[in-house]
């Protein structure tokens, strides 16, 4: 068994969290993002309205406040509306969900958001306005905080909509295109219920199985490998124990992978909520037949 080095995220904020909460903050799971958008909240959408003056720390070093069409600061219930059209994509639509466990409607759902965040493409070509989608929502603009003046009133170039819909389809269609691809590769539906038998163990908050093939010396010389990553609640110390569980679940339900040169297992112990995150990761690696041992006790484990 090996200890990979912590995969600390080096911002300030992970690393404060992590010290004091890291162990709370690992059992959140998926709404650990939840949790994200409520701790951002305040900054957001009270400093950017009239209460903050339009400006949070940010926009205040590049002068720049958020203002109405008539160039006056925003209530609060717009600038409110105004950061949950932001965050929301950004928070939920990468949230990490249990694949077996998670209903059709709610992944639908997080797609949506996904489409949504699309239309970043306005923050970098709608010159004309200056507005994201976010603005384009609530009726504000960003301005020049020194100028006591309304915004410009360049009209907003109305194509901007059709490009934005062809994204749509696109990343729908290419969506579409892939998982049919995907599906239709042969160790795809075992490894699909590889996942779904992992989701179902106590602790386990997401799972998900690939295939793995490394060379050396050559292509004649080749490793393939059945890689298991699985999101844990569990305790640290009871890591060993868990990954025998999760190698004996495996090589019970999957005869394939008694073809394959190893079954790597690896346990991450962490929180993601958006504005910090922190992992730490421990990876066991043994053939199937060493893993049989293991999972028997008739064996050690062999260090990495």
Not at 38 to 43: S, T, V
Not at 154 to 172: N, R
Request: charged share 15%; net charge positive; hydrophobic share 45%.
């Amino acid at each position: 068994m090996g200890l990979c080095p912590r995969q600390l995220n080096r911002s300030l904020s992970a690393f404060v969290l992590a010290i004091p909460f890291f162990s709370s903050l690992s059992r959140l799971g998926p709404y650990g993002r939840l949790i994200g958008i409520i701790l951002a909240l305040p900054y957001y959408a009270i400093l950017n309205s009239k209460i903050g003056d339009g400006q949070t720390l940010g926009k205040r070093i590049l002068d720049i406040r958020v203002v109405d069409e008539s160039g006056q600061t925003i209530s609060f219930a717009t600038s409110l509306l105004r950061y949950l059209v932001l965050a929301a994509p950004y928070f939920l639509s990468d949230v990490p969900l249990p694949v077996t466990r998670t209903p059709w409607t709610v992944s639908a759902c997080l797609q949506a958001l996904g489409v949504i965040s699309s239309a970043t493409h306005l923050l970098i070509f709608n010159r004309h306005t200056r507005q994201g989608i976010h603005d384009l929502a609530a009726g504000t603009f960003v301005a020049q905080a020194h100028l006591i003046a309304p915004p410009s009133k360049k009209p907003f170039w109305k194509p901007h909509w059709l490009i934005f819909v062809l994204l749509v389809v696109v990343a729908y269609v290419g969506a579409w295109i892939a998982e049919k691809r995907i599906m239709a590769w042969a160790p795809v539906p075992q490894m699909l219920e590889d996942v779904r038998l992992l989701e179902q163990m106590e602790g386990v908050q997401s799972a998900e199985a690939l295939d793995q093939r490394s060379h050396t010396g050559g292509q004649t010389n080749s490793k393939r490998s059945r890689v298991v990553t699985i999101d844990w609640v569990g305790e640290s110390a009871n890591r060993t124990v868990f990954a025998n569980q999760v190698a004996k679940t495996i090589l019970a339900h999957d005869s394939g992978v008694l073809n394959y040169d190893s079954l790597r297992v690896v346990v991450v112990r962490g929180y993601d909520i958006g504005i910090a995150r922190s992992n730490v990761t421990f990876s066991f690696e043994h053939s199937p037949s060493e893993w049989n041992s293991l999972c028997c006790g008739t064996a050690s484990p062999t260090k990495f």
